[in-house]
Each structure stands twice: as structure tokens, then as C-alpha cells.
């Protein structure tokens, strides 16, 4: 079948284009891709180009916690490590690596494009280019909040980024860029995928307009550009996609959410942890009890252990393992323009927004609109229900990071085997490190300082 000749070719041109991460050797009797059809095999590839982006920042964050019993039943150095925030948390590679690996398609679809004739079929050519960029530029936003220090736009410049790809080719030189040339990347190639890719797909795993829209509306929060924030979150709402009714949800299914509920407007997953696992991990008691008795998301989210603890059973895409949901929602675009709204005095447009959205969290007629003209706290209750609302979505670290450089003072702590563990906002293990398996094979990339 077509689809495993290319799915031979993926892993065996990740193993030429990647030896300096892995040691896999090439098939030679591979097929090579060069057609439309060829390319649209590489990009519908979910296991490469969806579902392997970094779990890290998601069991460091603080929405749950485990038992001792729990913790000290891991088997993995690494999970122990990153739930304690060691600053030694040594990952394994393909934390790395698998964001790398989906950007190394993005960009052998785009070398094979530019062999192909865009007149023999614009519409898909097109098409395929934007998704290319959608993939390259997402992938790099989901290495960043793990492995790239928290962005400071007066400071971007002199800070280290992430190793920017534009090639396939095997002697391509591996060096980190600065983080502002990193961000910029992300915001071009999306801003040119938008212009490319059409509004809808036929399945959630394809990139959309709505989702580079979408997810522009995120990086604008995360390097302070709030006008970039409302522009792209415009641009999501003026399509006139409908938010979920929570009160259409059966909150007492196991799996409230469907594989591809209707709010989903792209479709990813990141790596497993044993962490994050529902059979394993607790959730936050103080998060839990700050959902009112006619706040919906309570009874979807959350399921009672019947032992005064809860887990999270209200995964996104309707998938329930050690995984998180790492995609983007029509819900996550509304706070993200809330709060750009806000941010930039616009506390009434920012409050309309937002209370459109939480009205459909509540049990109908029960939602009293939140009213202030005080822009902290307008600020601080945005805050409080993006936490509540994108729980497990692989958005909280990155929210503590950014917000931290707001003067956010978010501190966390654990507390196993009777002793405490801190991270405190500045500290430099809010990023991780590169793997050791990814720095053996690449001395020339820079560490991050410890």
C-alpha cells in the first residue's frame, strides 16, 4: 500500500536527516515521494505529524498531583524527575526529536512541491504548502514552552531558541537560533499558511485556516503581541463556528467528549506520561472545589475516585490514556481574546467575550454575567476560568511561564515521602533540558544553563 511506502520513507528519511539524534539505519530500497499523492500520505501521517509533541511541561504543571503510594510506584527515573522539577530531568529523546522528526516531513513536502508544477492542481498544491507550514511552525510552539526559556519581547534577542529547520538534507548544521528568530518563524509561517489553507478540512488532524488563525491567536499571548492575539481571534469568530453547549454533554459518560467534538479545531496529542495517567493522577483538591455547584465543567471533567480524590476524565478528543490533548479549541480562542482584549483596555469587548463563552459552561439560566471595571480584576477572573476551562489541554506550563513574566508570582510544590518541593517563578527549571541522547549526537547545540 502507498501509505506504508511512505510511512517507510518517513522513518527512513527522519534516520538520514536525523542521525545526530538517532541511530537508525536507512532503507535503501525505499520509495521516494514526488507526487500530490505522495505528499498528502506524508501530511494525513497522525502518528508523525500529530500525536508526539512533548508531554514534559504537562507533568511538571500543577493542575494534579499523585500520591506517595503513586510516585513511588514509578518505575521511570524520568517521570519521577519531571514531576519533582530535578534540574538534571533528563528526557528521553524523543521528546525532542518527534517534534523534529513531523518538521522534517513539513519540509520534505515543501522540496517536493517545489519540483511540482502548481498548475497541474493549485487547489492541492496549495493546500499541501500550508499544511507543511502549519506543521513546522506548530511543532516548534510546542518544543518551545519545554525546551526554550520564557519569552521577554525587551530581552527575545539575547535568549536561546530552538534549532530552526528549513531542510531535509542530511549535512543540515544544527544550531540554536535566538528565541525572537524563533517566534518570528512560528508567526511568518503561519501567516502564510493562513493565505494558503482552506477554511475547513474533512478530518481534525488536518490543518485549517481556523486553526493557524487559532493558533496565532495563542503565540500572541505568549510573546506579548495582544494585537496579534485579537486580530487572529477576530479572524476565528468572524467564521461563525459555534461553541458547544456543555448542556449537550453527558457528563456522566466516561468519555464526556467525542474523538473530534465540534469546538476542536485542530486535532494533536502529546507523548505519554504515567503521570497524567486518570488511574494515577489526582486532581489539584483547591482547583476542584473552585467549580461551583452549577459550573457544568465539573461533573464532565472530573470523576469521583470515592476516596475525597478526583481524576480528570474530560480529555478533549475523547481519548483516555497517559496522554494529553495538545491541540487547539474554539473555547481556548475565546480566552485567548478575552484576555488580549483586556490586556489592551478593552474591558467591556473582553468581558462580552468572555461571558459569551462561560454562559455555555453553566447549567441554562444559572450563569450571572461577570461585571467589573477594574481591569485587574477582569484580568484575574479571565485567568482564573482559562486554567478551569483548558485544563489538561498541554496549555498550563506554558500559562505559569508566561505569566510569571507578567509578575505572575505562580509557585508550585509537591510534597512526597515527607518533603517538600519547590519552583518558584524565575527559576531557570521552568525549561528543560535538551535530552543528553539529542546533545551527544549534536555537541554543536547549546545546553540551557542550570
Known sequence: MKISIIGTFIVSIFAISCTKYVDIKPDKKMTVPQSFEDCDALMDDRSTMNSRFPVGGEVASDNYYLAEINYNALTSIVDRDAYLWNPNTNFATNQWSSSYKAIMVANQVLEILNKLKREDDRTRYDRLKGEALFFRAYALSQLAPVFAPTYRPESAEQTLGLVLRFSSAIDYVSVRSDLLKTYRQIVADLKEAVSLLPVDAIYKTRPTKLAAWATLSRIGLVISDFELAISASKEVLNQGVGLLDYNTVNAAAANPFGRFNPEILFHAATLTSVCLNPSVSKIDSMLYRSYLPNDL??????????????????????????????????????????????????????????????????????????????????????????????????????????????????????????????????????????????????????????
Open 297 to 450: 465543567r465539573k461533573g464532565i471533567y472530573f470523576k469521583n475516585n470515592n476516596n475525597g480524590t478526583y481524576a480528570f476524565k474530560g480529555r478533549y478528543d475523547g481519548d483516555i490514556n497517559a496522554a494529553s490533548f495538545a491541540g487547539v479549541g474554539l473555547d481556548e480562542v475565546y480566552l485567548n481574546y478575552a484576555e488580549a482584549l483586556v490586556r489592551t483596555n478593552k474591558l467591556q469587548e473582553g468581558l462580552n467575550v468572555f461571558n459569551a463563552l462561560m454562559q455555555t459552561r453553566w447549567k441554562t439560566n444559572t450563569y450571572v454575567p461577570f461585571s467589573s471595571d477594574v481591569k485587574e480584576s477582569v484580568l484575574s477572573k479571565i485567568l482564573e476560568e482559562r486554567r478551569k476551562s483548558l485544563i489538561m489541554r498541554n496549555l498550563r506550563w506554558s500559562d505559569i511561564r508566561r505569566l510569571n513574566s507578567y509578575g505572575g508570582n505562580i509557585n508550585l510544590k509537591r510534597i512526597i515521602n515527607g518533603e517538600t518541593y519547590y519552583l518558584n517563578a524565575g527559576d531557570p527549571r521552568f525549561t528543560f533540558l535538551i535530552p543528553s541522547g539529542v546533545m551527544e549526537y549534536a555537541p554543536e547545540i547549546i545546553q540551557n544553563p542550570r
